[in-house]
């Protein structure tokens, strides 16, 4: 009778293989201008904790994730149709595929421009999918949001059929 043949056995403390010299690319310039002016267009629109993620390294099918919270449904989807209405006036074309556009009740809102994919949650989604998480490894884009302008709110008094009594709220700095 034969022996039966055993498979090999390795040691699980074996360092894990280079990585392959083929995955190693850096996104285009043009890619990296457009991932930092989505940003910037979703800060401008109060959308919070702006994150972007460069996976060119690890991913084939994309360059840049942009993760980004926003307060309601509402406020993502009106985010991802600006979106997408610049971006075809920039690029031609529009994108590729979307999630999270055809219901009220989605709490995810994710739009993909071929090498930019923007993922918009709400706080619990956001927290609940954890993708700075899931792709901790990769590099972030460095992207400072803009400093917040506080407009400070005065009321006016204003002129009515009684006299000068009716508060009128105004957006204009005092004049001292």
């Not at 083929?22 to 989505?38: E, F, K, S, V």
């Not at 509402?74 to 997408?84: I, N, P, S, V």
């Not at 009740?105 to 739009?111: A, H, I, M």
């Amino acid at each position: 009778m034969r022996p039966i043949p055993r498979p090999e056995t390795f040691d699980l403390s074996t360092p894990a293989p280079a990585p392959s010299k083929r995955l190693q690319r850096t996104p285009a310039a043009a890619t990296r201008a457009l991932a930092l002016q989505i940003a910037q267009r979703l800060d401008e629109h109060q959308a919070k904790d702006i994150v972007i993620l460069d996976v060119a390294s690890t991913l084939v099918i994309s360059d840049y994730f942009v993760v980004a919270t926003v307060q309601s449904t509402r406020q993502g989807q009106a985010l991802a149709k600006e979106l997408d209405v610049e971006h075809k006036a920039l690029r031609g074309r529009r994108r590729h595929n979307t999630g999270g556009l055809e219901t009220e009740n989605s709490n995810w809102v994710l739009l993909d421009f071929d090498d930019i994919i923007v993922h918009l949650f709400l706080p619990e989604a956001r927290a609940y999918y954890a993708l700075e998480d899931l792709w901790a490894d990769a590099p972030r884009l460095p992207f400072t949001p803009a400093k917040k302008q506080v407009v400070e709110r005065i009321e006016v008094r204003q002129p009515t059929l009684d006299g000068f009594g009716a508060f009128q709220p105004g957006d204009s700095p005092r004049d001292e």
